[in-house]
């Protein structure tokens, strides 16, 4: 297996495998299970300007196939990021990818003019399915227009690689894709969590204290899939893939359908080491198949026509 390159490119960001967590759910307190040099990129919870306390708990709830997380983007700010979460990273050569969340488009700006002169920092990743507070909740990942300015602006004050994470509660995610890409982002993120609910019959409360979130795991994959497939029929740049990968067949299928990379998310809550046993597993299907390149299965899935 030592033939096989797992290397890929998003923008001009080189990844030496497409393994990567998923934002919120990894963390540098990792580090003591295992290397994060055998990982494509980290990418930890996202950030917002200011600290956030997030909502109210309950904010996790199990249900079948998964879960329903309604955490609120908490988060200690910008500048704790940069001057605690950043360095924690250096000693790795694995790439950062910072994960940011704002309340508005001049403040993504803000931020990822910041973070992209942050030394340490090798890309960012625009948390646009988050809620958009100055349009009634309304998150600026659900309108094309809008996704398209706040993007374009970002470009004009950053270099760095721009990974768009879309959200997957819209009628056309093509459409908001295709607004993405022509306003220059490097690579799009599909997608975040399915909006849900679960009600305790007892109570008859809602599982969640916020009522409703995102549900997150292997229920979700097939939706992602298809998102994914969707999108890389319509868009040229890179794809990462990011919704109920918990092993090496869901990353696989993931990008069979057309991702060039996959994130992972919950199955790091059952299992800490499985971007890693996700990795040997890429590498014992490409040995199988006496495939030497992951490019080779980018976007391979034989649909009938």
Request: a negative charge; proline letters at 5%.
């Amino acid at each position: 297996m030592n033939n096989i390159d797992l290397s890929v490119k998003i923008g001009n960001l080189q990844l030496k495998n497409p393994v990567m967590p998923a934002s919120g759910a990894f963390g540098h307190e990792m580090e003591n299970l295992f290397d994060f040099n055998q990982l494509g990129a980290v990418v930890p919870k996202s950030i917002t300007k200011y600290p956030r306390g997030g909502n109210d708990t309950p904010r996790v709830c199990e249900v079948n196939s998964g879960m329903i997380n309604s955490i609120g983007i908490q988060s200690k700010g910008l500048i704790y990021f940069l001057d605690h979460i950043v360095p924690a990273y250096k000693h790795y050569g694995t790439p950062l990818i910072a994960s940011v969340s704002a309340d508005s488009i001049d403040e993504f700006a803000e931020m990822s003019e910041i973070i992209g002169n942050t030394k340490g920092v090798s890309g960012i990743e625009l948390n646009i399915s988050c809620p958009n507070l100055k349009d009634d909740g309304k998150a600026f990942g659900m309108d094309s227009d809008i996704s398209f300015e706040l993007i374009k602006k970002v470009k004009t004050v950053t270099n760095q690689p721009i990974i768009t994470k879309l959200t997957p509660n819209v009628t056309s995610i093509q459409e908001i894709a295709i607004a993405c890409e022509e306003a220059g982002t490097d690579g799009l993120n599909v997608a975040n969590t399915v909006l849900a609910m679960a009600v305790d019959i007892n109570t008859r409360k809602p599982k969640i204290g916020n009522g409703m979130g995102g549900i997150s795991g292997p229920a979700i994959k097939p939706i992602i899939v298809r998102m994914v497939y969707q999108v890389h029929q319509v868009c040229s740049v890179p794809i990462i893939g990011c919704g109920g990968v918990m092993n090496a067949e869901d990353a696989i299928e993931m990008v069979l359908a057309g991702a060039t990379a996959v994130q992972v998310g919950t199955a790091n809550f059952i299992n800490p080491m499985s971007m890693i046993d996700i990795l040997d597993g890429i590498k014992d299907y490409m040995s199988t198949y006496n495939l030497t390149n992951i490019n080779e299965l980018i976007g391979k899935v034989e649909v009938p026509t």
